[in-house]
Nanobody, 115 residues
């Protein structure tokens, strides 16, 4: 099973980005998925989660600005990020939420927000 996150880039504060993560080789449809991020020098943190039936949850720092969604037919989870702030700068990863299903993190996708 592989996770491939992409869609990051450099954006000015107030801008938007849409991240995608494709899960290949595994059972995606019923699994609880999450987007995580790790800023330089900081620990990885959970940003948003979505259950197999589409229930979502967000970290307080992104609530109202980020939206997580999924396309089970495409084995893909998305993160729409609006009104980006410099403190959103980080490498973003997706992974299973359930620890026993957690995969190696991979490279993630870099998001850089300039002020």
């Amino acid at each position: 099973v592989q996770l491939q996150a992409f869609g990051g880039g450099l954006v000015q504060a107030g801008g938007s980005l849409r991240l995608s993560c494709v899960v290949s080789g595994g059972i995606f449809r019923f699994n609880h998925m999450g987007w995580y991020r790790q800023a330089s020098g900081k620990e990885r943190e959970l940003v948003a989660t979505i259950t197999g039936i589409g229930s979502t949850n967000y970290a307080d720092s992104v609530k109202g600005r980020f939206t997580i969604s999924r396309d089970n037919a495409e084995n893909t989870v998305y993160l729409q990020m609006n009104n980006l702030k410099p403190e959103d700068t980080a490498v973003y990863f997706c992974n299973y939420v359930t620890l026993s299903k957690r995969l190696p993190w991979g490279q993630g996708t870099q998001v850089t927000v300039s002020s």
